[in-house]
Structure formats: structure tokens, C-alpha cells
């Protein structure tokens, strides 16, 4: 029996038992890779590309079965403890993105892709003087809402919620914030998107994709070049902050690197809020009872915080399953009380989207709930490199949310317009329609 067969045959629910539970699945698959005409490599990427299309299924029966499968030198971790483990040992499981991020600065790298280099911590700590945490009441919130506002007072009764709203706002604040031009905002979409997927989902090194994110690559430097050669330092922006501190001799803001570490921070932020959105408004509006406990979670916003739902809708349905690490010595994972050997090289696959619903740490997974442990979420990674923006990110994604259920009562439209559909990894299309407080389409 295939390994797709196999996992397919256990989700429409067929026991352990009437599918020969007694052959461990890592043989099983090491059987499937022998027989493959390209050996284990093609069969590697036959298995992504089922499991591309099918992450949360295959990665949930893992979960079951084997929380750390190692089959030769790919690992995938599923459970709860085990992806903490590895997230947190960041000397023994080292980022995967470091030579696609000198591409993309043409030289010297952004700190996502350094682990035990001091490039990378006074990068990062330089980032933090200039996208401040203080900035959130006074500027991020202000801001986010009122784009929000006057992007939704130029949509008509129906409109596609992904092109015409989610997407453009986070693009927009990032003009706005960072100090960039703003009638920009949809070349900025484009090619951040374009790099996020060659950094992030791209795990097969495809060559256009790359060629495509060379030129994108080459186009942001290009314009973050010109921006930051036009920056005040009086402005009260990100650049005007960061031009202000060189022109003031502080290390590390020299207009290069100035330039590299906001363009790490713009493909972090423009692609990833707007996709986030997507799914979670997706994912509350499935059905009639998921939409009226939305509907109903935002009428309740003044007793429980909206946001706090929204955490929950991107738990439950996250912008990826999970994130890549790479062995940089023979180590070890552990989960479920056991050290599982993992060798030096070892690809390993961190799978947060189960971790997420793993029973034995979080309380009734599959429920939405309030007021979790912050410790419950692995939305934005774990350890050294979680997510610099985690701290504007779930207003940012609420917002978007709250907005549009304060403008009317928006539903999904009939029919395949109404899915929430993609192009590539990002979703492109929901088509809404407001109804009046009765119910009514307008
Ligand atoms: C809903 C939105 C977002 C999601 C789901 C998200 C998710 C993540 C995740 C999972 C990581 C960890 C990557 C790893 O460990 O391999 C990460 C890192 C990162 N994110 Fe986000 N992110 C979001 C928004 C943002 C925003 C708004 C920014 C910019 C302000 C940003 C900038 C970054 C940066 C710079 C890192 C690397 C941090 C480091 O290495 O220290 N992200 N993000």
C-alpha cells in the first residue's frame, strides 16, 4: 500500500487494525522510496507535493503515529514539546534562509537567517529602536484603523475582500510607518510576495521562482535606496529614525544596511497579515454556526476582546504548518518524555499546526477559546527568531477584521465566488456582499 493510500485510508477512518498497524510507517516509506525510478529524492518530492496539498492531514495522522519521524536525513516534528524543543535550540538547529537572504540584500544577509552570529542580535536589537513597541498605541492602532476605514468607504455593496481590502492595508501602513511612498502599495504586494515564497515555501530551490525573486530582490533594493537617500531625519518614521541615528555616528544604521534590515522586515510584514486575515475570516465563515459565533464574538467585543477570537481563528488555521530547520551537529529532539537522535545535517521539519493542537499541552484544542495561556500559541515561531512584528500582528490581523464587521454585515457570496481561492501560495480571491441588519442583501 502507498504511503498516500495508507494516510488517506486512515483519515476516512479506518483503524490501525485493518490497515496492518504492524508496519512501522518510517519502513514503510523507506519501502516506497526504494521503489521509486528516482530514488529516495524523487520519492522525498513526490511526498512534498501530496503533502503541499494536503499539510494538515498528513501532518495530523503523523502526529498520531510518530511525533518525531526521522526517515534518513528529513526529520518532521509534530507534537507540542518536540517543536519547542527545537525552536528553542537554536545552536544545535540552525535557520535554513541564510544564502537566500544574501541574495536578497546582494551581500550581507538579514538577522532571520543568522543564528550564533553577533551581526544578527545587534541587527535585530537596532531593528527594535526603530519598529518600536511604544509605537503601538500612538501610531500602529491610529493608523491601521483608519486605513481600514477609508478603504472600505470606496468598496460598493459587494467587492473581493482579498484584492480590494486585506491585501492593500498592511501594504499601505507600511508606506505610512515606515516612511516610504505610498503609491507604491501594489508593487510592494507583488514583489515582497514574490520573496516570501522563495524564502519560505520554496523548499525545492525552483529555478524561475528564483530568477523571479532575483529581479524582485534587485527592484526593492533599488527603490529602498532612492527612499532612504530622500529620507528627513526629523521625519518620525522607520527610515527617518534609522537615517537620524547615522547621521548621529550610531553603528549600524549606515544607509546599506539600514535598507537590508527594512527590507527583511517589509517581506515579513506585507504578505503575511493579509494572508493571515484571509484565512481567519475563511476559516469563521465556513458554515452557518462557525459565521454566527463570529458575528457573535464581535457583538460581545466589549465583555471579551475581539482579538483574542482572532488569535484563536489563526491557531486554528495558520498561514503555514510549520517551519524548517537544518542539524548543525548530531543532536537530539524531545518529545513525549524520550531524546530522539537526529544527525548532523538532518532537514527538519517543525509542524506548528499541530504542536498547536496537541491535547496534551493545550487545553481543548479544537475549541475557541478566551483568555489561553499567550504559551498555547506558536503562531509566530518559538525562540530566537519568533516573528519581530508578534507584537502589532494580532491587532493588525483583528482590525482588519473588526473593521469590516463595523462597516456592515458582510457575508461570503453565493456559489465559487464566495471561496476563498488562491493564486500560487497567496489567496487572491473571497467575493463578500453587505447585508442590512435584518439579513437582507443590500
Ligand atoms: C500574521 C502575521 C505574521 C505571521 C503569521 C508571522 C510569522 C512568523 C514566524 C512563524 C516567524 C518565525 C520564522 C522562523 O523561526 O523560521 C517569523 C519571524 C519573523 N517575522 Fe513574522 N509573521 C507575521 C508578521 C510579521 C510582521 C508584521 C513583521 C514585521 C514587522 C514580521 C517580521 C518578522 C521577522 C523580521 C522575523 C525574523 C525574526 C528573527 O529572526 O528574529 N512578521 N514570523
Known sequence: MSFSTFVTKLVEGKSFEDLNESHPLGHELDREADKHPEGFTG????????AKEHPDTILTVLHK?????TIKQVSVVTSFDGVRDVLSKDHDFAVTYGSKMEMITDGAGFFLGMDDNTQGFTDRTNMQMLFRRDDIERLIKPSITALCQAQLDKQGDSFNLVEDYLKPIPALFAAEYFGLQPDKHQWLIKVTQTLFEYL??????DKDLAQEAKQAAAELRQQLDIEIANTSADADTVLGRGVKLHQAGVQGFDPV????NVLGLLIGLVPTIAKSAAMAFDWATQDDTREAAFYQAYENRAAQPFQQYVCELTRLNPINPGLFRKAARDTFVV????AHPIKKDTLVFVSTYTAMRDARFVKQPEQLMYNRAASDYLTYGFG???CFGRYISDFHVAQLLESLLDKAHYQRLQGAAGNLMFSGVFPSQLMVKAKNNAGEEL
Do not use: C, K, M, Y
Not at 65 to 69: A, F, H, I
Not at 257 to 260: A, D, G, K, Q, S
Not at 335 to 338: C, E, F, I, Q
Open 384 to 386: 530566537l527568531h519568533a
Open 65 to 69: 503515529l510518530r511525533p518525531v519521524l
Open 335 to 338: 518529545s513525549g518524555g524520550s
Open 200 to 205: 519560505f515555501i520554496d523548499v525545492v530551490n
Open 257 to 260: 544596511r539600514l535598507r537590508n
Open 43 to 50: 520519492f522525498v518530492h513526490s511526498l512534498g507535493t501530496w
